[in-house]
T-cell receptor, first 115, second 110 residues
């Protein structure tokens, strides 16, 4: 079974702090994704990566950056946390097939509160 | 922008069938997915259907695809209280990312 592990289930930080959310997958997947989930807004893509050191902006990249130094690890960075970044953050990964996209597999999420 | 549309809530009694509907946007999407999210958890892949299929059955789950109307449905037979969750429909448009609906909250009463 695919395992996507997010380092924290719950996290509380202060406004202005630099925050790191870590995600590790064990299936040698090429693609990795970060989403945030808010009530009434569903899932919104922040960033994704299709290879080591490669990244692409999603729908809402402002205020975030990412790092992919190793294939199995994808980090989301809040450069200067603000209260409007309080949310549930979900990491996902997927395998790349030659002809089509493959399903994404999700971690359990990190519920981040910015005070 | 183009959205994947789902109704927000569905309430059923234990033992009944549940049908969750979804309208997607891109006729070139090759796969369509259903995910389940239990409270406080991430998304679990339930099932998916390739776009050249009309139907897929997996135990209590039946997925129906109407490509002409861009309509996808998930039927859960003999719904149980453990099926209470949020169900997300998703499509893969051109590119790597999936486009998700906002989710349908299924509430099952005993």
């Amino acid at each position: 079974d695919v395992k996507v592990t997010q380092s924290s289930r719950y996290l509380v930080k202060r406004t202005g702090e630099k925050v790191f959310l870590e995600c590790v997958q064990d299936m040698d997947h090429e693609n990795m994704f970060w989403y945030r989930q808010d009530p009434g807004l569903g899932l919104r893509l922040i960033y994704f990566s299709y290879d080591v050191k490669m990244k692409e902006k999603g729908d809402i990249p402002e205020g975030y950056s990412v790092s992919r130094e190793k294939k199995e690890r994808f980090s989301l960075i809040l450069e200067s946390a603000s209260t409007n970044q309080t949310s549930m953050y979900l990491c996902a990964s997927s395998f790349v097939a030659a002809t089509s996209n493959q399903p994404q597999h999700f971690g359990d999420g990190t519920r981040l509160s910015i005070l | 922008g183009e959205d994947v549309e789902q109704s927000l809530f569905l309430s059923v009694r234990e033992g009944d069938s549940s049908v969750i509907n979804c309208t997607y946007t891109d006729s070139s999407s090759t796969y369509l997915y259903w995910y389940k999210q239990e409270p406080g958890a991430g998304l679990q892949l339930l099932t998916y259907i390739f776009s050249n299929m009309d139907m897929k059955q997996d135990q209590r789950l039946t997925v129906l695809l109407n490509k002409k109307d861009k309509h996808l449905s998930l039927r859960i037979a003999d719904t149980q209280t453990g099926d209470s969750a949020i169900y997300f429909c998703a499509e893969n448009q051109a590119g790597t990312a999936l486009i998700f609906g906002k989710g349908t909250t299924l509430s099952v009463s005993s």
